[in-house]
C-alpha cells in the first residue's frame, strides 16, 4: 500500500524553463511534507518542507504547493539549473505512523541545456 | 558533506552470511534512523534509535537488529542474509525533536551473492 505516490519516473526540462515535480499520498492524517534530492552515490539531501496548515512554501527558487483537498503536492523549481539534475524524493509524516517518514519512490530530473 | 559517515561503502557476501553496517551520526544530533532502498523504490524506514534508546520500528526483518551506542553511533546487524537483502542500507540522524530535517549518510550499497 503505497501511501506516498511519485507517479513520474522522470522528467526532462530545459535548463532556464521551470520544473514541476508531482506527489500525491492518501493518508488525509498526513501533516508534514519534505521533498529531498538525491544525487548518484550521495545520501538524499533535504531541501524544502511544507506544514498541512500552509498551502505553499518559498525558498530561493524552490516552491511547494500542497492542496489538501487532492492530497497533493507539488515542487516548482525556477528556473531550472544543470545542478538540479537528481533524483527527487517527497516524503510525508502523521501523527498515525509515529511521525516517522513515508517516502515517495522519486522522480528523476533531467535538465537539459 | 552531511557530516553523517557511514561504513563501509560497499559489501559482497554470500547468502547465509552476516554483515554489520557502521554510522556515525552527524555532531550534535541524537537520533539515528536506518533505511533500505531496493531497487527503485523509495526508502523503507528500518529503525530509529534516540540517545541509545530505541524510538520507533519500522518494516525491520527479525534477521535485523540495530543498536546506538554510548558515544551516539549505530550499528546495523543483518544476518541469515538472502539475495533479496541487497540493496543500499542508509544511515540518517537528526536532533530528534519533531519534523527535524534528516541528515543522510552516503549509505552502504549490500550485494548479497
Known amino acids: 500500500d503505497q501511501q506516498v505516490k511519485q507517479n513520474s519516473p522522470s522528467l526532462s526540462v530545459q535548463e532556464g524553463r521551470i520544473s514541476i515535480l508531482n506527489c500525491d499520498y492518501t493518508n488525509s492524517m498526513f501533516d508534514y511534507f519534505l521533498w529531498y534530492k538525491k544525487y548518484p552515490a550521495e545520501g538524499p539531501t533535504f531541501l524544502i518542507s511544507?506544514?498541512?496548515i500552509k498551502d505553499k512554501n518559498e525558498d530561493g527558487r524552490f516552491t511547494v504547493f500542497l492542496n489538501k483537498s487532492a492530497k497533493h503536492l507539488s515542487l516548482h523549481i525556477v528556473p531550472s539549473q544543470p545542478g538540479d539534475s537528481a533524483v527527487y524524493f517527497c516524503a510525508a509524516s502523521a501523527v498515525d505512523s509515529n511521525y516517522q517518514l513515508i517516502w515517495g519512490a522519486g522522480t528523476k530530473l533531467i535538465i537539459k541545456p | 558533506d552531511s557530516g553523517v559517515t557511514q561504513t563501509p561503502k560497499h559489501l559482497i557476501t554470500a547468502t547465509g552470511q552476516r554483515v554489520t553496517l557502521r554510522c556515525s551520526p552527524r555532531?550534535?544530533?541524537?537520533?539515528v534512523y536506518w533505511y533500505q532502498q531496493s531497487l527503485d523504490q523509495g526508502l523503507q524506514f528500518l529503525i530509529q534509535?534516540?540517545?541509545?534508546?530505541?524510538?520507533a520500528k519500522g518494516n525491520i526483518l527479525e534477521r535485523f537488529s540495530a543498536q546506538q551506542f554510548p558515544d551516539l553511533h549505530s550499528e546495523l546487524n543483518l544476518s541469515s542474509l538472502e539475495l533479496g537483502d541487497s540493496a543500499l542500507y542508509f544511515c540518517?540522524?537528526?536532533?530528534?525533536?519533531?519534523?527535524?530535517?534528516?541528515?543522510f549518510g552516503n549509505g552502504t550499497r549490500l550485494t548479497v551473492t
Open positions: 534509535y534516540y540517545n541509545g534508546e530505541e524510538r
Open positions: 511544507i506544514s498541512s
Open positions: 540518517a540522524s537528526s536532533v530528534g525533536r519533531l519534523n527535524s530535517p534528516l541528515h
Open positions: 555532531s550534535g544530533d541524537l537520533s
